[in-house]
């Protein structure tokens, strides 16, 4: 399996413009969750899903913030309009209820708004 | 509330071994995870622990204990490679599997 994989790894934006993050799970995972990292606040969970449907967006900043799950295997994670604020690793990552190996998070992507 | 504590950094010599401890404070529990981040990269699973008790893999040990609300990370052996911020990170509700609060991390650093 290629595992969680997402794009872009790097993006640059500047402040006010939307910017989208994408996330394919690892086929099979029935969890999906995205969080963001930064160096004040660490690791924090924006959203999960459990078979595409949100579960928990009580960590999401603010109205700028939304995420969809359409299908099984793509989720996204909409930032519009950005702000310097939003710059941070965000990590996507999936995970299989039962299993006792937690989470396999994606690669992440820097986001830096300018 | 919600609390996880561990501590910001330790340091240590390569062939030693290092403890990182992990306190924690949840309204519920269902169970423990480290994980393993070096700079840059994603976390990548070490341990978990659900029961009371020693978990052991290879030269990582993770030991818990519920009724302390205490786990840490048995780091024996100690190589370069180890040299990364290691997250713990409590599983704190039944009926929401998988919503993972994390700790701030441990950086460890191993020196020659």
């Known amino acids: 399996d290629a595992g969680v994989i997402q794009s872009p790894r790097h993006e640059v934006t500047e402040m006010g413009q939307e910017v989208t993050l994408r996330c394919k799970p690892i086929?099979?995972?029935?969890?999906l969750f995205w969080y963001r990292q930064t160096m004040m606040r660490g690791l924090e969970l924006l959203i999960y899903?459990?078979?595409?449907?949100?579960?928990?967006d009580s960590g999401m900043p603010e109205d700028r913030f939304s995420a969809k799950m359409p299908n099984a295997s793509f989720s996204t994670l909409k930032i519009q309009p950005s702000e310097p604020r939003d710059s941070a690793v965000y990590f996507c990552?999936?995970?299989?209820?039962?299993?006792?190996?937690?989470?396999?998070f994606g690669s992440g992507t820097r986001l830096t708004v300018v | 509330g919600q609390n996880i504590d561990q501590p910001t950094e330790m340091t240590a010599t390569e062939g030693a071994i290092v403890q990182i401890n992990c306190t924690y404070q949840?309204?519920?529990?269902?169970?423990l995870f480290w994980y393993q981040q070096h700079a840059g990269e994603a976390p990548t699973f070490l341990s978990y622990?659900?029961?009371?008790g020693l978990e052991e893999k290879g030269r990582f040990s993770s030991f818990l204990s519920r009724s302390k609300g205490y786990s840490y990370l048995l780091l024996k052996e100690l190589q370069m490679k180890d040299s990364a911020s290691y997250l713990c990170?409590?599983?704190?509700?039944?009926?929401?599997?998988?919503?993972?609060?994390f700790g701030a991390g441990t950086q460890v650093v191993v020196t020659p």
């Open positions: 990552a999936s995970s299989l209820k039962g299993e006792d190996y937690g989470y396999t």
């Open positions: 086929s099979g995972h029935d969890y």
């Open positions: 899903f459990n078979n595409n449907v949100p579960i928990d």
């Open positions: 949840t309204s519920g529990f269902n169970g």
């Open positions: 622990n659900v029961l009371d």
């Open positions: 990170a409590v599983s704190p509700t039944t009926d929401s599997w998988g919503k993972l609060q």
